[in-house]
Every structure is written in C-alpha cells, then in structure tokens.
Nanobody
Framework: QVQLVESGGGLVQAGDSLRLSCAASGGSISSYAMGWFRQAPGKEREFVAVISRSGGTTYYADAVKGRFTISRDNAKNTVYLQMNSLKPEDTAVYYC???????????????????WGQGTQVTVSS
C-alpha cells in the first residue's frame, strides 16, 4: 500500500504556471502507473494525465495537452504535474493517484486507480 500527498496548489492568474508535486510513502511508486485527476465545483472528476511506471509513456487529456507535463522521479518517490498557460477552467482540486493496472494509455478512468491523495486546490483567476 502507498500513501500519496499532493502539494503545490495555490491561487494564480490566467497565463501563469504552477507545479504540483505528489509525494509517496509506504511503498515505491515504481510499481505503479501514476495519474493526475481534477474535480471542479459541480463537475465530475476528470482525467488529466498519466505516466507509466518507468516514465517512458505519457498520455494527456485533450483539455491540457500542450500545456501540462507529467513527470516522475522514482528515486525521490515523487510525481509532478507542470502546468503552464493556466486558464480559469483549470480551477479544480487536483488529485494524485496510483494504479496497479499493467497498461498505461488506457488509464483515464478513476476506478482503475487503487490509491488516491487528498488533493490540492488550484485556483486560476481571470
């Protein structure tokens, strides 16, 4: 089992950048594909990005493609989400999640993930 803690959220203006971190404990993230999800008020939780166990494969939601970058440092047991050119519609609570599923590109649904962090708030003002 692994525990995940997100950090790095905050209040920024449209066009700004922010980097989120997901620190894991209780286990190595090397065993998991790692994903980021977000949930805005009144909306369903949505997929943002996923990265394979080795970091060799990534996949992004269309809404963030070209602006967000997911990465991982297995030695530090940490996953990151670099967010550039932020828009007000990016405002949400961002969650880090870990999946034991052997595939990567198809990991776009929350039920496929086994462990979740508590989330960090990102607010983008216009």
């Amino acid at each position: 089992q692994v525990q995940l803690v997100e950090s790095g959220g905050g209040l920024v203006q449209a066009g700004d950048s922010l980097r989120l971190s997901c620190a894991a404990s209780g286990g190595s993230i090397s065993s998991y594909a790692m994903g980021w999800f977000r949930q805005a008020p009144g909306k369903e939780r949505e997929f943002v990005a996923v990265i394979s166990r080795s970091g060799g494969t990534t996949y992004y939601a269309d809404a963030v493609k070209g602006r967000f970058t997911i990465s991982r440092d297995n030695a530090k047991n940490t996953v990151y989400l670099q967010m550039n050119s932020l828009k007000p519609e990016d405002t949400a609570v961002y969650y880090c999640a870990a999946s034991l599923n052997p595939t990567t590109m198809g990991l776009t649904r929350g039920p496929l993930y086994h462990y979740w962090g508590q989330g960090t708030q990102v607010t983008v003002s216009s």
